[in-house]
């Protein structure tokens, strides 16, 4: 615990770079042991939690060598990059005693799963495994397979069809579906990710504000794409990966544009003074992703700040935030909590749009949506998935707002941050945009 306190400290050190400053990033061998750390803790608290909770006594993970389960890499070492031929993890709680961790695999995986086939004695893993399930007789067996929740639906057909066909007809009738285990451990935080995650959101900002600067920005020659591509090259300069391209757009007061699309990607434009830029940005740090969206104006000559418009188009884009983060109650599904926020948000004369989704090992993590920009009246499936505590959801919304400085123009102000439900509150990571960026 002690060195993993210090490694967490590492992580909030400053270390000036360019405009921002930017937290510590710790070199690849003290991340492998920071997140081989947090593995043996999650596996000891989440997984039995999860297991209890949902009634299984066995769970049965099934990875191939580069056609993983997407549950596999979260639960393997940071040395192993992939699973090794076909690598069998095999979780049992017993009623009166410990969760034991195994691996049908010629090898142990790291101190994490114990091996448990020898192919000398056993030639045939499927059969292996089919022995290991009979010693201990489960009453409910879970698979990775899901109708909802491609993260939770790992086990491939032939990989399925094999397991079956192994196991004794009493036990091929005790499998059940893994989802609720699945999601569970991947929408689920521990404390100790908990206390490094704010950083990590840190560490996005500061490169937002580093892109939104005269560090990036050249008015009147640099490009939307020029921008975009600065960002990538940042992140991989700072030893960082990111889980999709950025984007850049730009809003302005003298130019009729077409509609604005999620589904296509705004051509290169060349941003100006007066200009409302916009980026999504997200990156990818000890395992956990970040996912962010906010907006910088560029001054004009003579201007200190944006126009009040712009600003109070922003407040009311952080009035939606408060709305949403307001129905986040421990339960609620995805669909109720959209419903009722945009309730609020149309009697309070908002024109708003609601898209939120669960992060942590994934961008678009498994857990309840709420909302998804094409699909505002709910998501089945997904969207109908409870809510529960230590969980990290990106705020993901925007508001339309008539601009009286631009001749009432609409602008949409798209807002995404990182925060934490407790179960009782919503926590943003690293604080929100409440203001307008800069460039000067």
């Not at 089919?130 to 909802?148: G, K, T, Y």
């Not at 599904?333 to 939120?356: C, K, P």
């Not at 678009?364 to 998935?385: F, K, S």
């Amino acid at each position: 615990m002690r060195k993993l306190l210090t490694l967490a400290a590492l992580l909030v050190t400053p270390l000036p770079a360019g405009p921002a400053e930017l937290p510590h990033i710790l070199p690849l061998r003290e991340r492998a042991q920071l997140r081989d750390q947090w593995l043996g803790l999650r596996l000891g608290r989440v997984v039995p939690e999860l297991m209890k909770r949902h009634g299984v006594d066995m769970w049965i993970v099934v990875a191939r060598e580069y056609n993983e389960d997407p549950i596999f890499p979260t639960m393997a070492p940071s040395t192993w990059l992939a699973a090794r031929r076909r690598t069998l993890l095999v979780f049992h709680l017993p009623e009166d005693g410990p969760l034991e961790r195994l691996a049908v695999a010629r090898y142990d995986i790291g101190e994490f799963f114990r091996k448990a086939w020898d192919p000398e004695s056993q030639p045939d893993q499927w059969k292996r495994l089919a022995e290991v399930v009979a010693e201990r007789d489960p009453n409910r067996i879970a698979l990775n397979f899901s109708r909802d929740f491609a993260l939770a639906d790992g086990i491939t057909w032939s990989e399925r069809v094999a397991l079956e066909a192994a196991l004794a007809p009493r036990h091929r009738e005790r499998l059940v579906s893994g989802q609720e285990l699945a999601v569970g451990w991947l929408e689920t935080r521990i404390p100790e990710e908990l206390e490094v995650y704010p950083s990590i959101c840190r560490l996005a900002h500061g490169i937002i504000r580093e892109g939104f600067s005269e560090a990036a920005i050249q008015p009147g020659f640099t490009t939307t794409d020029d921008l975009e591509w600065w960002y990538r090259q940042r992140v991989l300069q700072l030893g960082l990966d990111t889980w999709f391209h950025p984007s850049v757009s730009i809003q302005r007061a003298d130019e009729e544009e077409a509609e604005r699309s999620f589904a296509s990607r705004p051509s290169a434009r060349v941003i100006r003074r007066g200009d409302l830029l916009h980026v999504d940005f997200g990156i990818t740090y000890l395992g956990l992703n970040t996912d962010t969206q906010q907006h910088a104006y560029v001054l004009r000559a003579g201007e200190s700040e944006a126009p009040a418009g712009l600003r109070e188009a922003l407040a009311r884009g952080n009035r939606l935030q408060d709305l949403l983060t307001a129905e986040f109650v421990t339960g609620r599904s995805g669909n109720q909590i959209l419903r009722a926020a945009l309730d609020r948000a149309s009697r309070e004369g908002l024109t708003a749009s609601i898209y939120t989704h669960p992060l942590g090992f994934h961008g678009h993590g498994a857990g309840p949506t709420i909302g998804l920009w094409d699909r505002q009246e709910g998501v089945p499936g997904p969207g109908d998935y409870p809510l529960h505590p230590s969980t990290v959801h990106s705020i993901e919304l925007n508001v339309t707002v008539a601009v009286p400085e631009w001749d009432g123009k609409e602008v949409r102000i798209m807002l995404e941050e990182d925060a934490l439900f407790t179960g009782s509150e919503v926590r943003y990571l690293d604080g929100r945009q409440l203001e307008l960026l800069l460039v000067r």
